[in-house]
């Protein structure tokens, strides 16, 4: 029963984040750190004392960093500390409960029916888009690809093959959403999705079907391309400032403890402190520290010889990791759970989740 109740909370406290992500209105994600904080409580005694111990220990840096380095009220500091919190927490109890693959593949139907209503809503016209999601478009592409990366994911470690009309459609949608990245990371995982089938013959049609596609829809396919932005090449105001943001470096401290957006750069302070970055923003945040934790979790990978073992899981990552590159979508967000999801997964010792007991530690 108390299982069962788990559960419910996890899936709510997921819908409050998609009414946040939709709304743009906090008090959801407040809502949904509650649930969590209440399955968190109720399922504490059943995790592991070392991930609890070094999440606490990043959080009182995190903590720490904010008060020598940020302005709290200017940067909703406490907000960043809260989804960080949050997504560990949503991570521990997801694990725990072995849900992720329900979960995973409610997040995707729930946000491609949402995106199918928008499409039937607006048609081909990007600038529409632009009013649905933290005023952006890139954004709404950005959630769809993270979503499946969750998904492809949750069928790794359930040994589930995935479903290849998620992705075919969310190469559609990122189309009707006019991005460069978007486009250029749905074909990726696209292809991914495609190699990871074991039927042959699925493989084979699904190659036929799109060479065909190619040949009788050429015309069609150039037109949307050619307005798509990736017909402006790859250079971007992003690329700008991020020359900025390393050119501004200019002292150990700044190296160390991150340099103000505020101060630093003429093409971030016009989108008003937003680098479209969010390694640059996370180095802002929280200086070089986070960066040398993410170098010793590849050379522990390396050393362990996890690396090439979990290979599929890592290049997940990487995935994201591109997707965090282009906007300020993590470190942290309120879908952060995803890229935790994958980590935990790749430095625990399981490889693959075989049952949905609750009963197993994390």
């Not at 037109?223 to 020359?243: A, F």
């Not at 990552?317 to 906007?327: A, C, G, T, V, W």
Request: net charge positive; proline share 2%.
């Amino acid at each position: 029963m108390c299982s069962t109740l788990n559960k419910v909370l996890i899936y709510f406290a997921l819908i409050f984040v998609l009414l946040k992500l939709v709304t743009g209105n906090v008090v959801f994600v407040g809502i949904a750190g509650a649930l969590i904080f209440l399955c968190f409580l109720i399922t504490f005694r059943w995790f592991k004392l070392a991930p609890i111990v070094i999440f606490t220990l990043v959080l009182v840096y995190i903590l720490w960093m904010g008060l020598i380095s940020v302005d709290v009220e200017g940067r909703n500091y406490f907000l960043y500390v809260f989804y960080f919190t949050f997504s560990i927490m949503l991570t521990l109890c997801i694990r725990h409960y072995k849900i992720d693959y329900k979960l995973s593949l409610s997040l995707l139907l729930v946000s491609c029916l949402w995106m199918i209503f928008q499409i039937y809503k607006f048609g081909y016209n990007p600038d529409a888009y632009n009013d649905l999601i933290d005023g952006s478009r890139n954004y709404i592409s950005a959630y769809l690809i993270l979503f499946y990366i969750y998904y492809l994911y949750a069928c790794y470690v359930n040994n589930r093959q995935p479903n290849l009309i998620f992705p075919l459609f969310i190469v559609v949608a990122c189309v009707y959403l006019y991005g460069r990245s978007g486009i250029i990371l749905s074909v990726l995982l696209l292809l991914i999705s495609v190699l990871q089938t074991k039927s042959r013959i699925k493989i084979g049609l699904f190659m036929l079907l799109g060479l065909l596609t190619l040949i009788f829809y050429y015309n069609t396919i150039y037109n949307i391309i050619l307005n798509s932005n990736l017909s402006h090449g790859v250079e971007t105001e992003r690329s700008g400032m991020l020359m900025q943001y390393v050119g501004s470096i200019q002292s150990a401290r700044d190296l160390i403890l991150g340099v103000d957006l505020f101060q630093c750069c003429s093409l971030i302070i016009k989108f008003e402190g937003n680098p479209h970055n969010s390694f640059v923003m996370m180095h802002s945040r929280f200086g070089i520290f986070p960066f040398i934790i993410i170098v010793f979790f590849y050379l522990y990978q390396i050393t362990a010889r996890l690396f090439l073992k979990k290979w599929y899981l890592n290049l997940l990552l990487l995935m994201i990791f591109m997707r965090y590159f282009l906007d300020t979508l993590g470190f942290f967000g309120p879908v952060d759970f995803i890229l935790f999801a994958v980590i935990l997964s790749i430095i625990s010792n399981d490889n693959v989740i075989k049952s949905e007991h609750p009963q197993s530690h994390v």
